[in-house]
């Protein structure tokens, strides 16, 4: 099954309630911490279903649920080869279909989350409202899970609520689209599609903000938003395998290489997450994702196989050996696709 998480804001719930979720959330941290503590001093790293008790107001089902969460950590704790303790500090908590329910078009709000279950009678009925994420999954055929997930962060409260749908199945027909990721222009296809030319001017726009300032943060934010949206405008639909490049660690020593300004402005370009979204999208329309090595892809000639790095002038490319003139990213994204769909040029000469 595919899983995707849909986030709903709780500002709109009243302080009273809030008190109470507070009081829940505290004691639920406490009683998954006095779990951990057994669980690791009986050296339990094992096993899928645990169930401990302890001196508490929540309900037995609580306690079980909050078990399962400790189990869990102990042993992700273990799987990464730590000795120390974990020890869970952040407001966090994910609850099933025995303590919640959703209501969705009642009242004056159009999403409202029961819970109840908790232990001593506490019974919590938190309003929400729906946005156009919400709604796009609901459109295209996603389910509402019944368990999510409460977050208290600095902004406030939080519930996380999940949507699934079955894994497509991989098209076996169609072409097949290389894509190169880049600093001024964010995408560019082997078809000729550009997208997120504009977010260069954002990275200029964070790199002349205060660090951790909110500015700074809605500018992230604002160049998050233009990512998705260049990855979501592209055209898919006949297309049955993405070829990008496994980039890593493309900013890993830039200083002192290049000049500050522009590192500082480098150091904002996220193709991490352009490659995240883009590989959530082809997951969900049954497209193949496929990284290739990325070595030499914009020195290469897509026409001859010449690779000699005079060949790259800025964002033109012209080969030194057959003459061809095309934008070099273009260039790059037309070299990533054969690497990945077909065998790479066998006259491929380095210079």
């Not at 704790?77 to 303790?85: D, E, I, M, N, S």
């Not at 609901?138 to 079955?166: A, C």
């Not at 057959?322 to 790059?332: E, K, R, W």
Request: proline share 2%.
């Amino acid at each position: 099954m595919l899983t995707r998480r849909v986030q709903l804001n709780l500002k709109d719930v009243n302080d009273s309630k809030l008190d109470q979720l507070d009081k829940f959330m505290e004691e639920s941290l406490r009683v998954v911490n006095v779990f951990i503590d057994m669980l690791w001093s009986q050296k339990r790293f094992k096993g899928k279903y645990v169930s401990l008790k302890t001196d508490t107001w929540l309900s037995a089902a609580m306690q079980q649920a909050l078990s399962k969460q400790a189990l869990g950590t102990v042993k992700s704790q273990r799987k990464k080869h730590k000795k120390t303790k974990p020890v869970i500090r952040k407001p966090s908590i994910i609850l099933d279909q025995r303590f919640l329910t959703f209501k969705e078009d009642v009242n004056t709000f159009d999403f409202w989350i029961h819970l109840s279950s908790l232990g001593s009678k506490t019974i919590l009925n938190l309003p929400a409202k729906k946005h156009k994420h919400f709604h796009k999954f609901k459109e295209d055929g996603w389910t509402l899970k019944k368990s999510g997930r409460f977050r208290k962060t600095p902004k406030g409260w939080f519930f996380d609520i999940y949507f699934e749908k079955e894994v497509p199945q991989k098209k076996t027909e169609g072409s097949d689209l290389g894509v190169d990721c880049g600093y001024k222009k964010l995408i560019a296809c082997s078809d000729k599609q550009v997208k997120g030319q504009e977010l260069e001017s954002c990275y200029n726009k964070i790199s002349r903000k205060q660090q951790g300032s909110k500015a700074f943060k809605r500018a992230l934010k604002e160049r998050d938003n233009l990512i998705n949206q260049s990855v979501n405008n592209l055209s898919l639909t006949d297309v049955k395998q993405v070829i990008v490049e496994n980039l890593k660690d493309v900013k890993k020593n830039s200083k002192g290489r290049i000049r500050k300004s522009f590192n500082n402005k480098l150091q904002r370009w996220s193709y991490s997450k352009v490659l995240e979204k883009l590989s959530r999208v082809c997951e969900e329309m049954g497209i193949d994702f496929v990284k290739v090595d990325p070595k030499y892809t914009s020195q290469t000639c897509s026409f001859c196989g010449r690779a000699d790095k005079n060949s790259r002038k800025g964002e033109q490319f012209l080969c030194t050996r057959c003459g061809v003139s095309l934008d070099a990213d273009i260039n790059a994204s037309r070299n990533i696709l054969m690497r990945g769909a077909y065998s790479p040029p066998s006259s491929t000469a380095f210079c």
